[in-house]
């Protein structure tokens, strides 16, 4: 088995200005690792939620969530209602049709769609303010970039244990 290499330790992503890198590697991260996690995951434990935690789906829906909404307010955007909804949907099982691997697909998306905006950023721009939410909570442009990239990562390492322990009960006989 090869070793691999974690983003941050392959050199710059082409195009994204230096202060972002590691907003950048951080995404890039949590794709590479969400798809590794995933790996063999039986979807019928998609929903599972051992001891009362989120379910794997769950944290692949929000990671996906949080980086759409938090790079819209990047853009000075306010949610849309689509986005609205697809918030009220993360964890709702009963409303979504999702397969796994759509939602990893969906999340792929989301995080090429996030490192091309990158790549557009001014870099002389990154401490203006900006605002989030209704309440327009103030931060700044790489105040959000660092937290969509420090809070999937967040998910991921949730998911990850998650996934452990649901892989782990069905390996033991417990499902």
């Given at each position: 088995m090869t070793e691999r290499r974690e983003f941050w330790q392959c050199g710059p992503i082409e195009d994204v200005p230096a202060l972002l890198q590691p907003v950048a590697h951080a995404l890039l991260e949590v794709g590479a690792e969400v798809r590794i996690i995933m790996e063999g995951f039986p979807e019928q434990l998609?929903?599972?939620?051992?001891?009362?935690?989120?379910?794997?789906?769950?944290?692949?829906?929000?990671?996906?969530?949080?980086?759409?909404r938090l790079f819209t307010y990047a853009r000075k955007g306010l949610l849309s209602k689509e986005q609205m909804h697809a918030l009220s949907l993360e964890g709702d099982q009963e409303n979504n049709s999702l397969s796994m691997k759509q939602m990893i697909s969906g999340l792929d998306n989301r995080i090429s769609s996030a490192i091309e905006e990158l790549k557009k950023i001014n870099p002389e721009t990154l401490a203006e303010g900006r605002g989030v939410g209704r309440k327009q909570i103030p931060t700044t442009l790489i105040g959000l970039y660092f937290h969509a990239a420090e809070h999937s990562m967040r998910h991921a390492g949730q998911l990850l244990v998650t996934v452990r322990i649901l892989k782990s009960s069905v390996d033991s006989g417990e499902q």
């Amino acid at each position: 088995m090869t070793e691999r290499r974690e983003f941050w330790q392959c050199g710059p992503i082409e195009d994204v200005p230096a202060l972002l890198q590691p907003v950048a590697h951080a995404l890039l991260e949590v794709g590479a690792e969400v798809r590794i996690i995933m790996e063999g995951f039986p979807e019928q434990l998609l929903w599972k939620k051992p001891a009362g935690v989120a379910a794997p789906a769950f944290h692949l829906q929000h990671i996906n969530g949080v980086i759409d909404r938090l790079f819209t307010y990047a853009r000075k955007g306010l949610l849309s209602k689509e986005q609205m909804h697809a918030l009220s949907l993360e964890g709702d099982q009963e409303n979504n049709s999702l397969s796994m691997k759509q939602m990893i697909s969906g999340l792929d998306n989301r995080i090429s769609s996030a490192i091309e905006e990158l790549k557009k950023i001014n870099p002389e721009t990154l401490a203006e303010g900006r605002g989030v939410g209704r309440k327009q909570i103030p931060t700044t442009l790489i105040g959000l970039y660092f937290h969509a990239a420090e809070h999937s990562m967040r998910h991921a390492g949730q998911l990850l244990v998650t996934v452990r322990i649901l892989k782990s009960s069905v390996d033991s006989g417990e499902q």
